[in-house]
């Protein structure tokens, strides 16, 4: 069966695919071997055909790991008890059609930041993503969507373990004649777990985005918190997006909630920036930043400001037509 993916037109995207390209892990000491992995449906399945599975086992005493690849692949990730560490992903992609399916396995008791930088310039990518949170285990997700493919991204959080918590932030970025959606679930599973979902998106040219926001308290996960937003802003009038928030109870001692909007620039704040002197164009980046950079939390340093300089330079070109 196919995961649920509303509104996206996935018999398009997956006639074909490429096979992965090389996979770089830093630091090298840490082995990246030969592993196996059972697909749970059948995007899983169609992303594993004639594709080669990576594995990296990350200990507990390592703080940062650094994973790069310019193609797809499918790739196993198993974070030990207790960890408290950074995974930062870095893809970058060229040709016509890749896939990518991760899984990230949390630990018991384990801390990770987990970072995806997406840069795929193909003309068709389909990404999976799966983290499987432990027992009073943290996840803190971001990932950062500046694509130039046409396709889909499907990220999956599964809440294990007793008192699992993770928080999934998406900002996204769609431009030209992008056609992209994500399908992000959080599924709570285990007892007093806690799943939050964030997602923003900026869309300009004619582009068309979709955010489809999926949360399910399955029966048994007592005392569990599942929330969730997902918000677009379009620039232009041949922009289009779509936000769909879908909650799954299942379970009566629960809390949950969701927040959806579709929206163009907000004409006070632009008015208010503009009262202070700012030119409308300049005043329109702020508040588009400003929108964007609450799906990016997470990410500083180096590649928050190239992220923002990507932007600005989408920006330019598209407030400028």
Excluded: C
């Excluded at 016509?96 to 991760?102: I, K």
């Excluded at 232009?236 to 928030?245: L, T």
């Amino acid at each position: 069966m196919w995961p649920n993916l509303p509104k996206i037109p996935y018999q398009r995207y997956t006639k074909t695919k490429t096979v992965g390209g090389a996979i770089t892990v830093t630091p090298a000491t840490l082995p990246l071997q030969s592993g196996q992995y059972a697909g749970q449906n059948e995007l899983e399945n169609w992303l594993l055909v004639d594709q080669p599975i990576s594995r990296i086992a990350v200990p507990a005493n390592l703080e940062m790991v650094s994973i790069s690849g310019n193609g797809g692949g499918a790739l196993v990730v198993d974070v030990a008890d207790n960890a408290v560490v950074t995974i930062m992903e870095h893809w970058h992609s060229q040709g016509e059609s890749l896939g990518l399916l991760v899984i990230l396995n949390v630990g018991a008791n384990a801390q990770v930041t987990y970072i995806n930088d997406d840069q795929f310039h193909s003309q068709v990518a389909v990404i999976d993503r799966v983290a499987n949170v432990g027992e009073h285990a943290t996840l803190d997700w971001t990932v950062a969507g500046f694509n130039q493919s046409a396709g889909f991204g499907l990220l999956q959080t599964n809440l294990l373990g007793r008192f699992a918590k993770a928080t999934v932030n998406v900002g996204a970025l769609a431009a030209g004649k992008q056609h992209f959606g994500y399908t992000t679930q959080i599924e709570n599973i285990g007892q007093k777990t806690v799943g939050h979902i964030n997602q923003r998106g900026v869309i300009t040219d004619s582009a068309h985005l979709i955010f489809n926001g999926i949360g399910h308290i399955v029966q048994g996960a007592r005392g569990s918190d599942n929330q969730q937003e997902n918000r677009v802003l379009m620039l232009s009038d041949g922009a289009r997006g779509d936000a769909n928030p879908l909650l799954l109870i299942d379970e009566n001692d629960v809390t949950a909630g969701h927040a959806a909007s579709v929206a163009r620039v907000d004409a006070n704040q632009l008015y208010y920036l503009m009262s202070r002197g700012l030119p409308k164009a300049q005043a329109q980046r702020m508040v588009i930043r400003g929108f964007l950079d609450a799906g990016l939390v997470g990410i500083d340093g180096e590649l928050r400001q190239d992220l923002f300089a990507q932007i600005e330079r989408t920006l330019l070109n598209g407030l400028e037509k």
